[in-house]
């Protein structure tokens, strides 16, 4: 092992193997595996170069990461910095801030709202989601865009454009409005509200686009139209979205489909978890900006509904835990059995 001209030390003592090929064909080869400035041979980028790092998608990706924190969520943040800090002035001035509008729960009473992540409450949802739309246009970064989506070139109505109609950032009324003429018409669930959203989100991210006035309800009728279609067992056809928009055709819809479907690269999965986070940061961003889930006092006949409700998902995972325990004894299911103690004799 220590002698210098061992064959892990020197080359040259090292057994050659018989080639295959001639020194003439390897070097051949050789320059072939090289990068040409022709076109002649391709150039294959490595599957390491390609991929992108886990900490880069999830900072880009929140649509597909539930640890990423959701665009609509952070670009909320300063208004309400500024909101907070305007209250506070107002504190320290001595300003009465009004009678108090949230509820709080006591000893006696309990307050409670019909709003879970399995079954949200439809008008709070879209107040929540038509929020987060308002944030992305106040908040945006630049104006960037296609033509699809553009209203001045694909109008959704016959009435005239105005001139300005890429300058004005429309209010929460209008986009609240907008939303839910679509969601009442096509009676869509909340649910598919938050998925939206989501599709929303991985479109300006997949596509480097922001929502702007120029383009904001074409995004948004695109996002519903896909989402409706994956999330709910009886779709709305696009010639339904054009009997409720009058003007607009079947051929611009399916147009706006397929353009939307390539930008996400046909990924319209949503999972579980990214789902949940959606949800619980539109409950935040109702609780900073003052939109509150209905709350109504918990009387006996809820109580009793939530009991019942409880019960039945309990049910439901004891007997998911016992099949998997017929299914296999592992690692993961040896919590919960009872062993018979040792005889020591």
């Known amino acids: 092992m220590g002698n210098s001209v061992s064959c892990c030390v020197s080359p040259e003592s090292s057994p050659k193997l018989p ?22 041979v391709p150039y294959l980028q490595h599957i390491s170069d390609r991929e992108v790092t886990d900490d880069l998608a999830l900072e880009s990706n929140p649509s597909d990461h539930a640890r990423a924190s959701t665009i609509f969520l952070s670009k909320s943040q300063t208004d309400v910095r500024d909101r907070r800090k305007s209250n506070h002035i107002n504190h320290v001035s001595h300003v009465s801030p009004g009678p108090l509008s949230k509820k709080y729960s006591s000893c006696s009473t309990i307050f409670i709202d019909d709003s879970t992540v399995s079954q949200p409450n439809l008008k709070s949802t879209i107040k929540c989601v038509t929020l987060a739309i308002y944030y992305h246009i106040k908040n945006r970064d630049s104006d960037r865009s296609l033509d699809i989506f553009d209203e001045k070139l694909h109008p959704l109505s016959r009435e005239p454009v105005p001139d300005n109609y890429s300058s004005v950032d429309p209010e929460h009324k209008l986009i609240y409005r907008f939303v839910r003429t679509l969601f009442s018409a096509a009676q869509l669930t909340a649910e598919c509200a938050i998925v939206t959203l989501v599709y929303l989100e991985r479109l300006l991210t997949y596509a480097e686009l922001d929502i702007c006035p120029a383009n904001w309800k074409r995004i948004v009728l695109g996002a519903i139209l896909l989402a409706s279609k994956v999330w709910d067992d009886q779709a709305v056809w696009n010639v339904d979205y054009c009997q409720i928009l009058k003007d607009i055709t079947v051929e611009d819809m399916n147009e706006m489909e397929r353009e939307f479907l390539e930008l996400l690269q046909f990924n319209i999965n949503v999972p579980a978890s990214v789902y949940a986070k959606y949800y619980f940061d539109l409950r935040q961003l109702a609780d900073d900006n003052n939109l509150n889930f209905p709350l109504e006092p918990l009387n006996n006949q809820r109580a009793q509904k939530l009991e019942a409700i409880s019960r039945l998902c309990e049910d439901k995972y004891k007997d998911l835990s016992r099949a998997a325990m017929r299914r296999s004894l592992s690692a993961d299911n040896l919590i919960g059995i009872r062993r018979s103690n040792a005889v020591l004799s």
Do not use: Y
């Open 19 to 40: 080639s295959r090929h001639p020194p003439e064909r390897l070097e051949e080869l050789h320059t072939s595996t090289e990068v040409s400035d022709d076109n002649t």
